[in-house]
């Protein structure tokens, strides 16, 4: 059996991950193939945005602890976690997609046989609305977010980039798109 890749999507916030991997998850539904991975955040449930489970920085630390993640990492006062069980997929020939963070992907690709990067971005402008509509950032973590420097993308690391600064259908399917290319 064919091991699965991993589609690692990153960004900054604001970009639309969230609302790209809501539109490809839908797309793809019945597709065997994917696993769309549901993170583990230190956020509670109701702070809005991704599906994710919503855990005690005491649990967090407990089950990091335990070996119950692939990948752990922490941003913006918060920490995130992939759930182990995902090598399992990917093991069972599942491609697996997770929202992500770029400070991870050396480590990741240390951790899985085929991983492939989707970065999605869009415009100053355009993050800047969108931080500011979903309304979790004051205007000071707005312009913050905005202004963040990421790292630069290691060596030999398979890269897809998607510009989200139109329409929600044409994101989603440029993230489709993505995901469903053949890959060797």
Known sequence: ?????????????????????????????????????????????????????????????????????LLTWGAHGLAYGLP??????????????????????????????KLVVIEINA????????LRARGREDEAQVAARVARTVPPMPDGIALVRILNDTDVPTGVAKLVAALAEPRS
């Open 123 to 130: 415009s100053p402008e355009v993050v800047a609305a969108r």
């Open 1 to 69: 059996m064919t091991t699965g890749t991993f589609f690692l999507v990153v960004g900054p916030s604001g970009v639309g991950k969230d609302t790209l991997l809501d539109g490809a998850r839908v797309a793809l539904r019945g597709e065997g193939r994917f696993l769309f991975a549901r993170r583990t955040i230190t956020r509670p449930a109701d702070a809005g945005g991704e599906d994710h489970e919503a855990v005690t920085s005491e649990e967090f630390i407990r089950r990091q602890q335990a070996g119950a993640f």
């Open 84 to 113: 182990a069980s995902l090598s399992e997929a990917l093991a069972q020939g599942r491609n697996v997609v997770a929202n992500g963070s770029r400070a991870t992907i050396a480590e990741l690709s240390r951790l899985v046989p």
